[in-house]
């Protein structure tokens, strides 16, 4: 299907744009190449739908940008969880961390593929099922969600720096590794792009030292092969934790696309680079993470600092820990964008210019610095409740967003009204969506299963935890058949263009 101008609604409306592109009054605002990017050191764009000509990128480039992002020292945590706390030996292990991937990966590679068509961040998109004041509370809860990867990034990045340079103790180390990604995130979208490129080519490096050293030590593979435990209830709590791992990404994924040109970045290879990318970045670590929970039965930071030695132990972790850096950006840029569209919400003509931008990106960090100094301590109990408690709210609406653009609107949304006063098509808030989220979210509670509250049916169930199911299922289903009807009923009207958004001071 051929991909229409980025920034058009159904009538072809031109999107809001800040002052200075092309289309606005010249001499103010953004200045941007004819085909090219912006040219400015640091991002000035926020929020605002980018249009054609200050498009750049390639489909390619995606792979690297969420390869990177995902081979970090809290994936190779996350694989540690199943013979650790879901006591999985080797094999179904690795079969549930495979499946939850394969299949999480999928979901969140088709909100990959949204960015090059509407030109928009997803939180933004989001108004388009849920009405500007309706989307606000998912908003909200993916602003505290990048605030629990935030910190649960800092708390092993500073873990393996206190390890290799102890001189500097782990809450130094939290705080050197926040300022850093504080840098990237303010420069902005195309550094972070530069960084997954250079980082992808480390990290593979670094997994491969790992894990040739890993299986060199006498008595690892012989104790993970020998490992055999299984429980119904363990493989299926794995695989939804691979679900989530890939899922948690939606709600930003076509941020790092929405730079790219509508007419060479079809779906489907933006689709493939990221579901690749990202797939393969968590498996082939989580991997590493279930060996080296079985082998040392502790956590793979100590693990890997036991089996690679002094020297080359110092040098991966603190390699390890730079990556973290590349993460966390992601984590501090997505929150910015969450911010500034919830303000924007109630100010629908106002876009910060760059010093607030950089105060936005600060805010988040100061909440998930705070995080990760008050739980260093206790870090796998709570990441594990963290993860479950994102599984319950973020799966549902995936769900409800996926069914809205691929089945019922099929990608045709009105990009003005994202930013017009009172929603404008969409209105405020889209009752009918609000509400099978929240029927969706309540029928999840019999079937959660954390460490503070376990629900009756995952009691009858052995302690099996499928929520997941109920929250994918459930919404997707209910969402397609009343809106459906509704679109039936009441065809999308058309749009006028909405007046530019107001840049502040660049």
């Known amino acids: 299907m051929k ?8 009538s072809g409306a031109e ?5 200075g592109t092309p289309g606005n009054p010249p001499g103010t605002g953004t200045r941007a190449a004819p085909g090219g990017p912006d040219h400015h050191l640091v991002e000035v764009r926020t929020i605002d739908a980018v249009p054609e000509d200050a498009r750049h990128g390639r489909p390619r480039d995606l792979f690297a940008v969420w390869f990177a992002a995902n081979i970090s020292p809290l994936t190779i945590v996350s694989g540690t969880i199943a013979p650790l706390v879901f006591g999985l030996g080797l094999w179904p292990a690795i079969a549930a961390v495979t499946l939850g991937n394969l299949l999480g990966g999928f979901l969140m590679a088709l909100h990959a593929a949204q960015g090059p068509r509407l030109g928009v961040p997803q939180m933004i998109q989001s ?33 393996a720096l206190n390890r290799s340079v102890p001189a500097v103790d782990t809450s130094g180390w939290l705080v050197l ?28 490096a670094l997994l491969a030292l790992c894990a040739v050293r890993v299986f060199m030590t006498p ?25 989530l791992l890939q899922i948690t990404y939606a709600p930003y994924v076509s941020d790092y696309t929405r730079y790219m040109p ?13 579901y690749w990318g990202s797939v393969l970045g968590s ?6 993470g279930i060996v080296m929970g079985i082998a040392v039965a502790d956590d793979a930071i100590a693990g890997l600092d036991t089996v690679l030695g002094g020297a080359l132990s110092a040098v991966v972790l603190c390699s390890f820990a730079v990556i973290v850096v590349h993460v966390n950006s992601m984590n501090l840029y997505g929150t910015s964008l969450c911010l500034v569209t919830a303000a924007q919400t109630f100010r629908h003509r106002w876009l910060p210019g760059r010093p607030a931008r950089a105060a936005l990106i600060a805010a988040p960090l100061a ?16 990441y594990t409740d963290f993860l479950a408690i994102l599984q319950y709210v973020l799966i549902p609406w995936t769900a409800i967003n996926l069914v809205d653009y691929y089945l019922i609107r099929r990608g045709h949304y009105d990009v003005p009204s994202f930013f017009a006063p009172g929603g404008g098509v969409y209105g405020r808030v889209n009752g009918p969506a609000v509400l099978v989220y929240a029927v969706s979210f309540a029928l999840e509670v019999p079937f959660m299963h954390t460490t503070a509250y376990t629900g009756p049916v995952a009691v009858a169930l052995g302690g099996i935890d499928l929520s997941w199911a109920v929250g994918l299922l459930v919404p997707g289903v209910t969402y397609w058949l009343v809106a459906r009807r509704r679109t039936a009923a009441a065809p999308v009207p058309t749009a006028a263009p909405a007046a530019p958004l107001p840049q502040e001071g660049s």
Do not use: K
Request: net charge positive.
């Open 15 to 19: 999107a809001p744009r800040p002052a």
């Open 219 to 243: 008595g690892v593979l012989e104790r993970a092969a020998n490992a055999t435990g299984f429980t119904l209830a363990g493989f299926v709590g794995m695989t939804a934790i691979g679900i």
């Open 367 to 382: 909440l998930g610095l705070t995080l990760a100094l008050a739980f260093q301590d206790t870090f796998l109990a709570a």
């Open 3 to 10: 991909h229409p101008a980025s920034g058009t609604g159904p």
């Open 262 to 274: 509508a007419h060479a970045a079809s779906r489907r290879s933006t689709l493939w680079f990221t």
């Open 127 to 159: 108004r388009g099922q849920f009405g500007s004041h309706g989307s606000l509370l998912v908003t909200l809860v993916v602003v505290f969600m990048y605030a629990g990867w935030f910190a649960s990034n800092l708390v092993i990045a500073g873990q």
């Open 177 to 204: 590794c926040a300022l850093a990604g504080l840098v990237v995130a303010v420069v902005g979208y195309d550094l972070i792009h530069r960084v997954g490129r250079w980082a992808t080519v480390v990290t593979l």
């Open 283 to 288: 498996v082939l670590p989580m991997f590493l």
